[in-house]
């Protein structure tokens, strides 16, 4: 699998201390998740802070983060999330989310 590119060169540490803080507006924040989503594909999280981040993002957060959690997972090649990944299509809460979700993984504009 080729590597994803990356934005920034901020470490997945860093990012996931920044969502701590709770000071990024939306469209930053989607930006950032995207950041760690190729850190992860890409093998630069060694200490699987940002999957793990990723994850816990699929429980507590708006629609639009859960969405971009999903998105970034899905596109992992990790066995070990199909689990979670299944669990959240099922929670209906997420329902009105799987369509567009759908759409980006098949590569389709979701606008």
Not at 3 to 10: A, E, F, G, N, P
Not at 28 to 33: G, T, V
Not at 55 to 84: I, S, W
Request: with cysteine.
């Amino acid at each position: 699998m080729k590597k994803l590119s990356r934005t920034t060169q901020i470490p997945p540490r860093e990012i996931v201390r920044w969502f701590k803080k709770g000071t990024l507006l939306l469209t930053r924040k989607l930006s950032l998740l995207n950041e760690l989503g190729a850190c992860c594909q890409n093998g630069d999280d060694p200490q699987k802070e940002g999957e793990k981040f990723l994850l816990k993002t699929l429980k507590d957060r708006g629609k639009k983060m859960r969405m971009q959690a999903y998105y970034n997972l899905a596109n992992q090649p990790n066995d070990k999330h199909f689990e979670v990944l299944a669990q959240f299509r099922t929670e209906p809460r997420n329902t009105c989310l799987l369509t567009r979700i759908d759409r980006l993984l098949d590569g389709q504009d979701i606008a």
